[in-house]
Nanobody, 127 residues
Framework: QVQLVESGGGLVQAGGSLRLSCVAT????????MAWFRQAPGKEREFVAA????????RTEDSVQTRFAISRDDAWKMVYLRMDSLKPEDTAIYYC????????????????????WGQGTRVTVSS
């Protein structure tokens, strides 16, 4: 059984940076399609970024496209979300998600695609 554990969240001032990490434990996990989602207080969970099984295709939500970047290291079963120039509106709980299926070079943005979810890591950006 796959378990995903996020880390790296915290309190940061506007304009600052954070790198979120997600480690997979349990079953063989390498080369799963992965994604990050976030949920702000009182809002729906929303897509942030996704990466293909190959690691060569990524997709980042438009509002964070120039500031956030997703990457993966399958040797260490890790997925990362680098976040720069953070804004107060980025405040949310960030979730890592993964799934065993999927095409090699495709990214998946819908949360319903993902079977495995972490517990989330909180990011708070102060103004």
């Amino acid at each position: 059984q796959v378990q995903l554990v996020e880390s790296g969240g915290g309190l940061v001032q506007a304009g600052g940076s954070l790198r979120l990490s997600c480690v997979a434990t349990g079953d063989t996990f390498s080369y799963y399609p992965m994604a990050w989602f976030r949920q702000a207080p009182g809002k729906e969970r929303e897509f942030v970024a996704a990466i293909s099984r190959s690691g060569t295709v990524t997709r980042t939500e438009d509002s964070v496209q120039t500031r956030f970047a997703i990457s993966r290291d399958d040797a260490w079963k890790m997925v990362y979300l680098r976040m720069d120039s953070l804004k107060p509106e980025d405040t949310a709980i960030y979730y890592c998600a993964g799934n065993k299926g999927g095409l090699w070079d495709r990214v998946y943005e819908l949360p319903t695609f993902y079977e495995y979810w972490g517990q989330g890591t909180r990011v708070t950006v102060s103004s």
